[in-house]
């Protein structure tokens, strides 16, 4: 599969990526932006496993030139060969798909590069900085990390979103997006500190736009010193 992926699809032949076709058995409309889409998984579950916030690279047709974007895969089942996928759907092919899917549509997928380390020692207090992009991520992150508590700064509108947060255990704070995300920036870094002097081992997860992501986690490395195994950060996207 991977000759009609392009450069992309070469690079990540040679290291071994390994491709798979998914078909769609449903869709639903969660909110009027997020859209979740019912699949089978053309046998890639019971090659790689299953660990916390596995995604895969979709490939999609943009104007005859492959275009590729990563899900988290939402409740992967290896026993049935079946998951799910979470669009927070904007402009763009894969929002465009998402929107689209059918029973029966196929869609190619290439899986490399993921993985999940469980932090050690288990954390003391997690802390999340998250979007609707990476909200499957986040609801995986939050269920493998057992009962420690959490702060979740959450960029965007919440409402009516698939959050699988505990009340009781999970401090989930809605943040608008403002300024391109500087003001998420801003937020975070006035009250991470004083929550990171107030507990032993935390855990700093961040996931959001890509300029966003990387503010953040020179700021969490560089002037609050966490080392590099306590913080965890991925760029979902570029604005």
């Not at 070469?10 to 979740?36: C, I």
């Not at 465009?96 to 207090?125: I, L, M, N």
């Not at 503010?215 to 969490?220: D, H, K, M």
Request: include cysteine; proline fraction near 8%.
């Amino acid at each position: 599969m991977a000759q009609g992926h392009g450069w992309e699809g070469a690079v990540l032949k040679l290291l071994r990526a390994k491709d798979f076709t998914f078909t769609v058995t449903g869709a639903e409309d969660v909110t009027a932006s997020y859209r979740r889409v019912r699949l089978t998984d053309g046998g890639m579950l019971a090659a790689t496993g299953v660990h916390p916030t596995l995604w895969v690279r979709l490939w999609f047709d943009n104007a005859g030139k492959p275009h590729q974007r990563a899900y988290t895969l939402v409740d992967p089942d290896p026993a049935a060969g079946t998951f799910s996928l979470e669009f927070a759907l904007h402009e763009g092919v894969a929002s465009d798909w998402a929107r689209g899917a059918k029973p029966g549509d196929t869609v190619e997928a290439t899986v490399h590069g993921t993985g999940f380390t469980d932090p050690d020692p288990a954390p003391s207090h997690v802390f999340a900085v998250a979007d609707a992009a990476s909200l499957p991520a986040l609801n995986s992150l939050l269920g493998a990390v057992g009962g420690a508590p959490a702060t979740v700064w959450f960029e965007g509108e919440r409402d009516g979103l698939p959050f699988r947060a505990d009340p009781a255990r999970h401090d989930v704070r809605a943040v608008p997006r403002q300024d391109a995300g500087a003001h998420l920036v801003a937020t975070v870094k006035e009250a991470l500190p004083g929550l990171l002097g107030a507990t032993p081992d935390p855990y700093v997860w961040i996931a959001c736009d890509t300029a966003t992501t990387r503010a953040l986690t020179a700021y969490v490395r560089k002037e609050l010193g966490l080392p590099k195994q306590r913080v965890n950060a991925l760029g979902y996207w570029r604005p």
